[in-house]
């Protein structure tokens, strides 16, 4: 008799959801604690362990590190992209000085007790600058808040715990506090190995290199996960090839893994997340800076449609808007809504389009020039808007629903 072949088992529908989610958490907080918001996450990533491990070393080359209390995603970022720093809790990127002085804290910690009071660490991180050679100066101000920073950084990251006390009264008042060090989580901290590097640069290169087995595959997808908007011009022969043979099965990929969605055009692709959680930026949203951007992408693109129509795709990626164009549109989306901006907008035409530049840069959406022209991507045209005044009660004109109170 011949044997009859049984059909496989239906995969189980919660599984996969409860593996979507934990991946999303992952991608969206690197690291994940039992003591911290992700403390429901980090049990799906402990149940679904080894299907997530092979998920992120097959698919984008990610090294997924389980621990009892903690997990941690090693991303290894896109090299030389400057394009998301570590921001401060007021929004502000960290500078130099705040990242200096991270990392002597990072080192300073490998030392110290599991309680200790914030002046104490304080002197453990001016040893640790003398033995590093870097000249800090903790009574001043600036490097207070730079210090304070970094210690706020540490205890989001779930390495340092208030206990009693406030840090940010202690930047600004010198009050006492106390904390409490998770050692065993600062190894979770550091996703590459340091040796034989020369500097900063060279360690983010050898981060960003894919995996040997996955070649372009795993390149272009870490781009679609780390930065949403895909360029094809600026893929290399190889990945773009391999980009044109698989760009609609991936459709399949990111949304069964992560939820996401791939709009695929001809200058390449935008991820998006429906639910509007995997991002660290914004964009659209509330706010008159933002509103600005909004109205200057919508005249913009729609004045730059004709020349890109003429263009290949891959020459019509970046447009580039000169400052005479740029300058006249802002001062006619000021002249229409201004009315409808928050008071610092309205009163200062330059500072709209100053918030708005920050916006659309961060967004990936433009690059700036040194002589002050933008190069606007493709992508810019998909979020153009055509808005129109509303009155909310009490009188106030508006743009948008999600508006800032007026100052």
């Not at 840090?167 to 550091?190: F, G, I, M």
């Not at 997808?221 to 360029?231: A, Q």
């Amino acid at each position: 008799m011949s044997r009859v072949e049984r059909p496989a088992p239906a995969e189980d529908v919660q599984a996969v959801a409860e593996r979507r989610r934990a991946a999303r958490a992952l991608l969206r907080r690197p690291l994940l604690h039992a003591d911290g918001p992700g403390a429901d996450d980090l049990r799906l990533v402990r149940r679904h362990r080894a299907e997530l491990e092979r998920l992120f070393a097959d698919g984008l080359g990610y090294r997924l590190v389980v621990e009892p209390g903690a997990a941690r995603l090693m991303k290894s970022g896109l090299g030389r992209d400057a394009g998301r720093p570590l921001l401060r809790r007021s929004g502000r990127p960290f500078g130099p000085r705040a990242y200096a002085l991270l990392c002597l804290t990072i080192a300073a910690l490998g030392r110290a007790r599991g309680q200790l009071l914030v002046d104490e660490l304080v002197a453990q991180v001016r040893s640790a600058a003398v033995d590093a050679g870097i000249d800090i100066d903790l009574d001043a101000i600036a490097d207070r808040r730079a210090l304070y920073a970094a210690l706020s950084a540490l205890v989001d990251l779930g390495v340092l715990h208030e206990r009693d006390g406030d840090l940010e009264h202690w930047a600004e008042q010198r009050t006492a506090s106390l904390l409490d060090v998770r050692r065993d989580r600062l190894p979770l901290l550091v996703s590459a190995s340091l040796g034989g590097l020369d500097g900063p640069g060279d360690l983010l290169d050898a981060a960003a290199l894919p995996s040997a087995a996955g070649g372009a595959r795993v390149a272009v997808r870490r781009r679609l996960v780390e930065s949403p908007v895909l360029s094809t011009s600026a893929l290399t022969e190889e990945q773009a090839e391999w980009w044109r043979r698989n760009r609609n099965r991936e459709r399949e990929w990111f949304a069964d893994r992560f939820g996401l969605e791939l709009e695929i055009r001809a200058e390449g692709a935008l991820a998006v997340d429906p639910d509007g959680e995997l991002t660290d930026r914004e964009f659209p949203g509330g706010g008159s800076g933002r509103q600005f951007a909004l109205l200057l992408l919508e005249r913009l693109a729609e004045g730059l449609r004709p020349a890109a129509r003429e263009r290949d795709a891959g020459d019509r990626t970046w447009l580039r808007v000169d400052p005479g164009t740029l300058a006249a549109a802002a001062d006619a989306i000021h002249a229409e809504w201004g009315r409808g901006l928050k008071k610092e907008h309205r009163e200062d035409p330059a500072a709209a389009l100053a918030d708005a530049t920050v916006v659309l840069r961060d967004s990936g959406l433009v690059r700036t020039e040194p002589d002050g022209s933008w190069l606007l991507h493709a992508a810019a045209a998909r979020y153009a808007v055509r808005a129109s005044i509303t009155e909310p009660d009490g009188g106030q004109p508006s743009l948008f629903a999600q508006q800032e109170e007026p100052t």
